[in-house]
Protein backbone atom coordinates (compact mmCIF):
# COMPACT_ATOMS: atom_id res chain seq x y z
CA UNK A 1 0.00 0.00 0.00
CA UNK A 2 1.31 3.62 -1.53
CA UNK A 3 0.99 6.24 0.73
CA UNK A 4 0.37 9.63 -0.81
CA UNK A 5 1.19 12.16 0.95
CA UNK A 6 0.95 14.78 -1.39
CA UNK A 7 -2.89 16.88 -0.92
CA UNK A 8 -4.91 17.13 -4.33
CA UNK A 9 -4.51 20.27 -5.49
CA UNK A 10 -6.94 20.10 -8.61
CA UNK A 11 -9.91 17.55 -8.66
CA UNK A 12 -11.97 16.89 -11.51
CA UNK A 13 -15.93 15.12 -10.00
CA UNK A 14 -18.65 14.25 -12.77
CA UNK A 15 -21.78 13.95 -11.61
CA UNK A 16 -20.91 16.18 -9.22
CA UNK A 17 -24.53 17.61 -9.29
CA UNK A 18 -25.54 15.40 -6.53
CA UNK A 19 -25.22 12.75 -4.41
CA UNK A 20 -22.48 10.91 -3.98
CA UNK A 21 -20.61 13.39 -6.70
CA UNK A 22 -21.96 16.52 -5.12
CA UNK A 23 -20.29 14.62 -1.38
CA UNK A 24 -16.97 14.21 -3.12
CA UNK A 25 -16.78 17.67 -4.73
CA UNK A 26 -17.48 18.87 -1.13
CA UNK A 27 -15.18 16.81 0.73
CA UNK A 28 -11.84 17.29 -1.53
CA UNK A 29 -12.60 21.32 -1.18
CA UNK A 30 -12.97 20.96 2.65
CA UNK A 31 -9.31 19.32 1.81
CA UNK A 32 -7.87 22.13 0.01
CA UNK A 33 -7.98 21.32 -3.32
CA UNK A 34 -9.98 23.63 -6.23
CA UNK A 35 -12.81 21.03 -7.48
CA UNK A 36 -14.31 21.70 -11.15
CA UNK A 37 -17.92 20.02 -10.12
CA UNK A 38 -19.17 19.23 -13.61
CA UNK A 39 -22.84 17.89 -14.29
CA UNK A 40 -24.84 17.43 -17.69
CA UNK A 41 -27.26 19.89 -15.24
CA UNK A 42 -25.13 22.94 -14.98
CA UNK A 43 -27.85 24.68 -12.63
CA UNK A 44 -26.90 21.25 -9.77
CA UNK A 45 -23.40 21.99 -10.52
CA UNK A 46 -23.42 25.34 -9.58
CA UNK A 47 -25.55 24.39 -6.61
CA UNK A 48 -22.98 22.20 -5.68
CA UNK A 49 -20.15 25.09 -6.42
CA UNK A 50 -22.40 27.52 -4.33
CA UNK A 51 -22.10 25.20 -1.28
CA UNK A 52 -18.65 24.61 -1.35
CA UNK A 53 -18.01 28.16 -1.68
CA UNK A 54 -20.19 29.14 1.11
CA UNK A 55 -17.62 27.35 3.06
CA UNK A 56 -14.63 29.81 2.06
CA UNK A 57 -13.23 26.60 -0.24
CA UNK A 58 -12.56 26.29 -3.81
CA UNK A 59 -14.48 24.96 -6.71
CA UNK A 60 -15.85 26.02 -10.55
CA UNK A 61 -18.90 24.66 -12.46
CA UNK A 62 -19.05 23.14 -15.37
CA UNK A 63 -21.54 21.50 -17.80
CA UNK A 64 -20.68 17.60 -19.80
CA UNK A 65 -22.07 15.36 -21.11
CA UNK A 66 -20.03 12.01 -20.47
CA UNK A 67 -21.41 10.40 -23.26
CA UNK A 68 -20.02 12.80 -25.68
CA UNK A 69 -16.29 12.15 -26.16
CA UNK A 70 -16.05 15.21 -28.15
CA UNK A 71 -17.24 17.07 -25.08
CA UNK A 72 -14.60 15.30 -22.92
CA UNK A 73 -11.71 16.27 -25.18
CA UNK A 74 -13.01 19.91 -25.28
CA UNK A 75 -13.19 19.63 -21.23
CA UNK A 76 -9.59 18.21 -20.78
CA UNK A 77 -8.59 21.22 -22.79
CA UNK A 78 -10.63 23.82 -20.86
CA UNK A 79 -9.39 21.90 -17.28
CA UNK A 80 -5.48 22.33 -18.44
CA UNK A 81 -6.11 25.72 -19.68
CA UNK A 82 -7.21 27.34 -16.58
CA UNK A 83 -6.20 25.20 -13.65
CA UNK A 84 -3.42 22.66 -15.63
CA UNK A 85 -2.95 19.08 -15.25
CA UNK A 86 -5.76 17.49 -12.40
CA UNK A 87 -4.24 16.00 -9.77
CA UNK A 88 -7.57 13.88 -9.58
CA UNK A 89 -10.61 12.74 -11.62
CA UNK A 90 -13.88 10.76 -10.26
CA UNK A 91 -15.93 9.79 -12.93
CA UNK A 92 -18.47 9.69 -10.78
CA UNK A 93 -21.62 10.34 -13.21
CA UNK A 94 -23.99 7.50 -13.62
CA UNK A 95 -27.60 5.81 -14.04
CA UNK A 96 -29.94 3.25 -13.47
CA UNK A 97 -31.52 0.88 -15.88
CA UNK A 98 -33.21 -2.05 -14.39
CA UNK A 99 -35.58 -4.91 -15.48
CA UNK A 100 -35.42 -8.69 -16.36
CA UNK A 101 -33.27 -9.29 -19.50
CA UNK A 102 -35.79 -10.44 -22.12
CA UNK A 103 -37.63 -7.13 -21.44
CA UNK A 104 -34.83 -4.72 -22.08
CA UNK A 105 -34.41 -3.96 -25.49
CA UNK A 106 -31.05 -2.20 -27.25
CA UNK A 107 -31.99 1.30 -26.64
CA UNK A 108 -31.57 0.23 -22.86
CA UNK A 109 -28.37 -1.32 -23.20
CA UNK A 110 -27.06 1.16 -25.34
CA UNK A 111 -28.37 3.95 -22.45
CA UNK A 112 -27.03 2.38 -20.08
CA UNK A 113 -23.74 1.39 -21.13
CA UNK A 114 -22.88 4.52 -22.46
CA UNK A 115 -23.13 6.62 -19.46
CA UNK A 116 -22.22 3.99 -17.05
CA UNK A 117 -18.62 2.31 -18.85
CA UNK A 118 -18.28 4.37 -21.74
CA UNK A 119 -18.26 7.69 -20.20
CA UNK A 120 -15.50 6.40 -17.61
CA UNK A 121 -13.83 5.02 -20.59
CA UNK A 122 -13.93 8.76 -22.36
CA UNK A 123 -12.62 9.91 -18.70
CA UNK A 124 -10.19 7.67 -17.82
CA UNK A 125 -8.78 8.14 -21.87
CA UNK A 126 -8.82 12.28 -22.03
CA UNK A 127 -7.98 12.98 -18.35
CA UNK A 128 -5.15 9.88 -18.44
CA UNK A 129 -3.49 11.18 -21.23
CA UNK A 130 -3.38 14.80 -19.83
CA UNK A 131 -1.62 12.96 -16.53
CA UNK A 132 0.44 11.03 -18.15
CA UNK A 133 2.04 13.84 -20.72
CA UNK A 134 2.07 16.22 -17.40
CA UNK A 135 4.69 13.68 -16.08
CA UNK A 136 3.62 14.16 -12.30
CA UNK A 137 1.07 11.11 -12.07
CA UNK A 138 -1.95 11.65 -10.58
CA UNK A 139 -4.91 9.54 -9.53
CA UNK A 140 -8.01 8.33 -10.88
CA UNK A 141 -11.16 7.52 -9.33
CA UNK A 142 -13.93 5.38 -10.72
CA UNK A 143 -17.16 4.69 -9.08
CA UNK A 144 -18.28 1.54 -9.43
CA UNK A 145 -20.78 -0.59 -7.39
CA UNK A 146 -21.51 -3.57 -4.86
CA UNK A 147 -23.23 -4.46 -8.34
CA UNK A 148 -19.92 -5.21 -9.46
CA UNK A 149 -19.01 -8.01 -6.84
CA UNK A 150 -22.26 -9.55 -6.91
CA UNK A 151 -24.69 -10.22 -9.52
CA UNK A 152 -28.29 -9.17 -9.32
CA UNK A 153 -31.13 -10.64 -11.43
CA UNK A 154 -33.53 -7.97 -12.83
CA UNK A 155 -30.20 -5.55 -13.06
CA UNK A 156 -28.34 -6.99 -15.85
CA UNK A 157 -27.51 -4.14 -18.05
CA UNK A 158 -26.50 -1.96 -14.63
CA UNK A 159 -24.68 -4.71 -13.18
CA UNK A 160 -22.79 -5.35 -16.22
CA UNK A 161 -21.58 -1.53 -16.54
CA UNK A 162 -20.43 -1.24 -12.91
CA UNK A 163 -18.75 -4.56 -13.37
CA UNK A 164 -16.45 -3.67 -16.59
CA UNK A 165 -16.14 0.06 -14.78
CA UNK A 166 -14.43 -2.21 -12.20
CA UNK A 167 -12.43 -4.54 -14.59
CA UNK A 168 -11.71 -1.10 -16.49
CA UNK A 169 -9.76 0.34 -13.22
CA UNK A 170 -8.27 -2.71 -12.58
CA UNK A 171 -6.96 -3.41 -16.37
CA UNK A 172 -5.92 0.54 -16.25
CA UNK A 173 -4.16 0.44 -12.28
CA UNK A 174 -1.66 -1.98 -14.33
CA UNK A 175 -0.53 0.35 -17.29
CA UNK A 176 -0.74 3.52 -15.57
CA UNK A 177 1.07 2.44 -12.44
CA UNK A 178 4.28 2.63 -13.86
CA UNK A 179 3.60 6.16 -15.20
CA UNK A 180 3.03 7.11 -11.27
CA UNK A 181 -1.17 7.00 -11.81
CA UNK A 182 -3.52 5.21 -9.44
CA UNK A 183 -6.68 4.27 -10.58
CA UNK A 184 -9.19 3.14 -8.10
CA UNK A 185 -12.84 0.97 -7.81
CA UNK A 186 -15.26 2.12 -5.34
CA UNK A 187 -17.83 -0.10 -5.09
CA UNK A 188 -20.61 1.23 -2.64
CA UNK A 189 -23.85 -0.67 -1.24
CA UNK A 190 -27.18 1.24 -0.83
CA UNK A 191 -26.37 5.04 -0.37
CA UNK A 192 -29.52 7.69 -0.59
CA UNK A 193 -28.73 9.29 -3.96
CA UNK A 194 -31.43 10.09 -6.39
CA UNK A 195 -29.86 7.21 -8.93
CA UNK A 196 -33.29 5.21 -8.22
CA UNK A 197 -35.78 8.22 -8.22
CA UNK A 198 -34.36 8.39 -12.34
CA UNK A 199 -34.00 4.83 -12.88
CA UNK A 200 -35.09 3.51 -15.68
CA UNK A 201 -37.51 0.37 -15.02
CA UNK A 202 -38.62 -1.99 -17.84
CA UNK A 203 -41.43 -4.84 -17.46
CA UNK A 204 -42.02 -3.38 -13.89
CA UNK A 205 -45.86 -1.85 -13.00
CA UNK A 206 -45.41 1.94 -13.21
CA UNK A 207 -47.78 2.67 -10.09
CA UNK A 208 -45.94 0.43 -7.66
CA UNK A 209 -42.25 1.91 -8.73
CA UNK A 210 -44.16 5.58 -8.66
CA UNK A 211 -45.38 4.55 -4.61
CA UNK A 212 -41.70 2.68 -4.12
CA UNK A 213 -40.31 6.09 -4.92
CA UNK A 214 -42.43 8.35 -2.72
CA UNK A 215 -41.64 5.73 0.23
CA UNK A 216 -38.11 5.40 -0.55
CA UNK A 217 -37.94 9.64 -0.95
CA UNK A 218 -39.35 9.54 2.47
CA UNK A 219 -36.73 7.32 4.23
CA UNK A 220 -34.20 9.30 2.60
CA UNK A 221 -35.60 12.57 4.41
CA UNK A 222 -35.95 10.27 7.60
CA UNK A 223 -32.35 8.94 7.32
CA UNK A 224 -30.83 12.84 6.36
CA UNK A 225 -32.04 13.74 9.74
CA UNK A 226 -29.67 11.64 12.03
CA UNK A 227 -26.18 12.41 13.11
CA UNK A 228 -24.95 10.13 11.15
CA UNK A 229 -26.88 8.27 8.65
CA UNK A 230 -25.48 4.87 7.52
CA UNK A 231 -26.13 5.16 3.93
CA UNK A 232 -24.89 8.58 3.27
CA UNK A 233 -23.18 9.91 -0.02
CA UNK A 234 -20.38 11.15 2.42
CA UNK A 235 -19.10 7.52 2.71
CA UNK A 236 -18.08 6.93 -0.48
CA UNK A 237 -16.67 10.41 -0.74
CA UNK A 238 -14.68 9.36 2.24
CA UNK A 239 -13.68 6.33 0.62
CA UNK A 240 -12.58 8.38 -2.40
CA UNK A 241 -10.31 9.83 -0.47
CA UNK A 242 -9.05 7.05 1.24
CA UNK A 243 -8.36 5.17 -2.32
CA UNK A 244 -6.41 8.19 -3.53
CA UNK A 245 -4.56 8.57 -0.28
CA UNK A 246 -3.31 4.96 0.26
CA UNK A 247 -3.74 4.53 -3.77
CA UNK A 248 -6.33 1.65 -3.19
CA UNK A 249 -7.18 -0.79 -6.28
CA UNK A 250 -10.66 -2.04 -5.12
CA UNK A 251 -12.97 0.16 -2.19
CA UNK A 252 -15.99 -1.62 -0.80
CA UNK A 253 -18.54 0.42 0.93
CA UNK A 254 -20.53 -0.72 3.39
CA UNK A 255 -21.85 -3.85 4.56
CA UNK A 256 -23.40 -6.02 1.58
CA UNK A 257 -20.55 -4.51 -0.52
CA UNK A 258 -17.78 -5.97 1.55
CA UNK A 259 -19.77 -8.88 2.16
CA UNK A 260 -19.92 -9.59 -2.14
CA UNK A 261 -16.17 -8.71 -1.94
CA UNK A 262 -14.96 -11.48 0.23
CA UNK A 263 -18.26 -14.02 -0.81
CA UNK A 264 -17.15 -13.65 -4.10
CA UNK A 265 -13.21 -14.89 -3.12
CA UNK A 266 -13.92 -17.75 -0.40
CA UNK A 267 -17.87 -18.81 -1.55
CA UNK A 268 -18.43 -17.44 -5.14
CA UNK A 269 -21.19 -20.56 -5.46
CA UNK A 270 -22.82 -17.99 -2.29
CA UNK A 271 -22.15 -15.00 -3.99
CA UNK A 272 -23.70 -16.08 -6.97
CA UNK A 273 -27.20 -16.89 -5.21
CA UNK A 274 -27.35 -13.80 -2.87
CA UNK A 275 -28.68 -11.62 -6.00
CA UNK A 276 -31.12 -14.18 -6.88
CA UNK A 277 -34.10 -13.13 -5.23
CA UNK A 278 -34.48 -9.48 -7.14
CA UNK A 279 -36.36 -10.83 -9.87
CA UNK A 280 -39.25 -8.50 -10.90
CA UNK A 281 -41.79 -10.82 -9.99
CA UNK A 282 -40.40 -11.00 -6.46
CA UNK A 283 -39.73 -7.33 -6.32
CA UNK A 284 -43.49 -6.33 -7.38
CA UNK A 285 -44.70 -8.89 -4.77
CA UNK A 286 -42.49 -7.05 -2.05
CA UNK A 287 -43.32 -3.76 -3.81
CA UNK A 288 -47.03 -4.17 -3.66
CA UNK A 289 -46.85 -5.54 0.04
CA UNK A 290 -44.80 -3.01 1.43
CA UNK A 291 -47.62 -0.20 -0.08
CA UNK A 292 -50.32 -2.33 0.93
CA UNK A 293 -48.55 -1.95 4.82
CA UNK A 294 -47.74 1.80 4.05
CA UNK A 295 -51.36 2.58 3.23
CA UNK A 296 -53.10 1.11 6.96
Not at 95 to 105: N, Q, R, S, T, Y
Request: glycine fraction near 10%.
Amino acid sequence: MKLNSRQPRVVVVTGAGSGIGRATAIRFARAGAHVVASDLDLDTASSTVAMIRAKGHNASPAQLDVTDPEAWEQFALDVHAEYGVPDVLVNNAGIMVGGAFVDLEPKDWDLQLRVNLMGVVHGCRTFGKLMIDGGAGGHIVNIASAAALTPIATFPAYSVSKAGVKMLSECLRLEFGPKGIGVSAICPGVINTNIGKHATLVGVDDELVQRGLQISEQIQEFAAKLPFSPMSPDLVARAAQRAVRYDLAVVPVRTEAWLGYFMGRIAPGVNRNMGRAFTTDRLEALGARILIGADR
